[in-house]
Each structure stands twice: as C-alpha cells, then as structure tokens.
C-alpha cells in the first residue's frame, strides 16, 4: 500500500502540490479509483481508494478538531475498485477520542473496517465528528440525559444540558457536507449508491456501524430511521445501575429500552469481548433490544457474538483485531437475510 499526502494550502504552492500528486508510485497503480479532488492524502490497496478528507474543506464552518485536540481527525472515504458495482454505503462512526485519519502523524488510525468494507463492494464514509467526551461521562447515571445528549450530538439540536453542539458541528451536517463535497469532485461520470446519490440521504439504503460511542450514534440513527442495519461493535455502552438492598445491576437507558426504533430488531448485530470493562452493559442492551446471542463463535449466527480472543485492547478488539475480521463481516457486511 502507498500513501501520498496532497494537501494545498496556498495558491504558491498549488503547482507543485498538484504535480506532486500526480505523479502516481508503482504501488499507486494497483487501483483505478480516483479520491475527489481536494483529497489530504490517498491510500491505494488491492480493492480500491483510501481517502482522507478534511472536515472544513467540504464547509468552512466544520471544526477539523475539539478544543482539547483530542478526536475529530480528518473524514476517511474509501472507493471499491467499481463503484457502479457497489452493494452499498456503510457508514461509519468511530468511539471516543478516535480519529479516522490523523494529520499530526499523516496516518490511519482505524483502516482495518475501512479496508474490509471496499473489499466487501461498499463505500465507506468513517466520519470525523466531535467525540472528544465520552457520552457515559456526559450522563452518568442519568437514564434521561443520554438519548437528549446523543440527539445533540447527530442533529445538533439544542435539547441537551450535557452537551453543546452547534447544527455546523453535528453528525448530520458533517456527513451531507462529505457527501456533497464527494458529488461534486469525483470524476465525470462517477455515479455514487442509491443511498447517497440524490438530494438526501436514503436511509433506507444505508448500512450503519459504530464502535463504543459511535456505536451508540449509529443505533440512535437506527432508532430514528429505518436503515438497511446497523452493525454494534462494542456498543451501545448506554446503561445505568439499579441498586437493591442486595443486588446491583445494569438497566439499559431510555432511549434504547423504551422507545420504538425505526430499524427493526432482525436488521442489527452486535460483536462484544468478553473481557470488555463493558460488557454487561452492552449485553444489557442486547437483551433490551430483544437480540439472541450468537450459538457459534467461530459461525456467527442470531443476532450477536461474544469473543474471547487474546487482546490487551478488549473494548477496541471487535472493530480492529486481525482475528475477528470474520467477526465484522458477518455483523456488518453479509448480505441481507443471511443467518
């Protein structure tokens, strides 16, 4: 695989910032696929394009990062080698503080779902958004403040006292700018999924994913509309403890546990470590969700998987570990109706 950085910044530089970038390596071959002009930098690999975007090239008013330089990051895209061929959009969302590509050390951070997916026919939008707080931190044991804080967070609606998030900021806004910024800089003739390819985005053509905090993101979206499925890798963590005089225990928040989702129960799938410091929260949210654990770990089946692969990284295993790309795409990328 080959990495070119192609950022322009001023008008003296664009000259040889362009014939830097056109200058493709040998490796630079292996793929077809054009990034959108604009692209930071562009990674190439067997299956298609790797392409990292800067949040506030697609609108000015996007913050390319939080205050405390933690998250946010800069928009990963990746292109199958036939996007005419493409099964679909599998859109994206990092945990806490992830970033999909890392300009301070011109990197990748979370390739390995971006990969798999072009590999498995799907462009895959990995979201830069601001994640630099976790939503447990947020909202404690308060069971009403999370689906407030999440709704904040995608829509930038003021409906939280947890969170302040502005509609330029918001999930939302930042993925229809990628996907207009996308529309508008492809090559002629490039015709993007059903999913992206009109005014607005069709849900229902979309696939969703998330890890931890992102995870939760892609369920609320579930929640509020019908989507092709979502994939939980260690999410939704969303619970708070119920204490008896004898017993203490998880109980899924409010926003999961009773509230109607949109994306019906059969559509979604969960991976978790067993080791995870979440894992009976997330298990808790299964079970609220009505999903059956999986009777295979080596032949996912049902609706969800628990592993007990060798890690030091539990919570991150399900979205990154070499060993459970099984794992992923069984829960994110087999075809529809599919055990």
């Given at each position: 695989?080959?990495?070119?950085?192609?950022?322009?910044?001023?008008?003296?530089?664009?000259?040889?910032?362009?014939?830097?970038?056109?200058?493709?390596?040998?490796?630079?071959?292996?793929?077809?696929?054009?990034?959108?002009?604009?692209?930071?930098?562009q990674l190439e690999t067997?299956?298609?394009?790797?392409?990292?975007?800067?949040?506030?090239?697609?609108?000015?008013?996007?913050?390319?990062?939080?205050?405390?330089?933690?998250?946010?990051?800069?928009?990963?895209?990746?292109?199958?080698?036939?996007?005419?061929?493409?099964?679909?959009?599998?859109f994206y969302l990092m945990?806490?503080?992830?970033?999909?590509?890392?300009?301070?050390?011109?990197?990748?951070?979370?390739?390995?779902?971006?990969?798999?997916?072009?590999?498995?026919?799907?462009?895959?939008?990995?979201?830069?958004?601001?994640?630099?707080?976790?939503?447990?931190?947020l909202c404690g044991d308060?069971?009403?403040?999370?689906?407030?804080?999440?709704?904040?967070?995608?829509?930038?609606?003021?409906?939280?006292?947890?969170?302040?998030?502005?509609?330029?900021?918001?999930?939302?806004?930042?993925?229809?700018?990628?996907?207009?910024?996308?529309?508008?800089?492809?090559?002629?003739?490039?015709?993007?999924?059903?999913?992206?390819?009109?005014?607005?985005?069709?849900?229902?053509?979309?696939?969703?994913?998330?890890?931890?905090?992102?995870?939760?993101?892609?369920?609320?979206?579930?929640?509020?509309?019908?989507?092709?499925?979502?994939?939980?890798?260690?999410?939704?963590?969303?619970?708070?403890?119920?204490?008896?005089?004898?017993?203490?225990?998880?109980?899924?928040?409010?926003?999961?546990?009773?509230?109607?989702?949109?994306?019906?129960?059969?559509?979604?799938?969960?991976?978790?470590?067993?080791?995870?410091?979440?894992?009976?929260?997330?298990?808790?949210?299964?079970?609220?969700?009505?999903?059956?654990?999986?009777?295979?770990?080596?032949?996912?089946?049902?609706?969800?998987?628990?592993?007990?692969?060798?890690?030091?990284?539990?919570?991150?295993?399900?979205?990154?570990?070499?060993?459970?790309?099984?794992?992923?795409?069984?829960?994110?990328?087999?075809?529809?109706?599919?055990?």
């Amino acid at each position: 695989m080959n990495i070119r950085t192609c950022c322009v910044r001023t008008f003296a530089s664009l000259v040889g910032a362009a014939l830097a970038c056109s200058l493709p390596s040998p490796s630079a071959l292996a793929s077809t696929i054009p990034c959108p002009s604009g692209t930071h930098a562009q990674l190439e690999t067997t299956a298609g394009a790797i392409c990292a975007i800067q949040p506030s090239l697609t609108d000015p008013e996007i913050a390319d990062r939080g205050t405390t330089n933690l998250g946010y990051g800069y928009h990963v895209v990746g292109l199958p080698e036939d996007i005419a061929a493409a099964r679909g959009v599998f859109f994206y969302l990092m945990g806490t503080n992830g970033k999909p590509y890392d300009p301070v050390s011109n990197s990748f951070p979370s390739l390995s779902i971006v990969e798999e997916g072009i590999a498995q026919g799907f462009v895959v939008l990995q979201l830069a958004y601001p994640n630099d707080v976790a939503v447990a931190d947020l909202c404690g044991d308060d069971s009403g403040c999370y689906g407030p804080a999440r709704r904040e967070i995608i829509y930038g609606s003021p409906v939280s006292t947890a969170v302040a998030i502005s509609p330029e900021q918001s999930i939302m806004h930042r993925l229809s700018a990628l996907v207009a910024h996308l529309k508008a800089n492809m090559p002629d003739g490039v015709v993007m999924p059903q999913a992206i390819r009109g005014a607005a985005i069709d849900w229902q053509a979309m696939r969703l994913g998330g890890s931890s905090q992102g995870g939760g993101h892609a369920g609320y979206i579930a929640h509020d509309y019908p989507t092709q499925g979502v994939c939980f890798l260690a999410s939704p963590v969303d619970t708070v403890t119920v204490t008896t005089e004898s017993t203490t225990r998880y109980s899924a928040v409010e926003w999961i546990a009773q509230e109607v989702w949109q994306t019906p129960a059969e559509r979604l799938k969960g991976v978790v470590h067993r080791q995870d410091g979440s894992y009976g929260s997330i298990t808790t949210n299964f079970r609220a969700l009505g999903l059956r654990p999986s009777t295979s770990t080596l032949a996912p089946n049902n609706d969800w998987l628990a592993v007990n692969t060798p890690t030091t990284k539990p919570h991150t295993s399900p979205a990154n570990h070499p060993d459970l790309a099984y794992a992923r795409a069984w829960a994110c990328f087999a075809p529809e109706n599919s055990p």
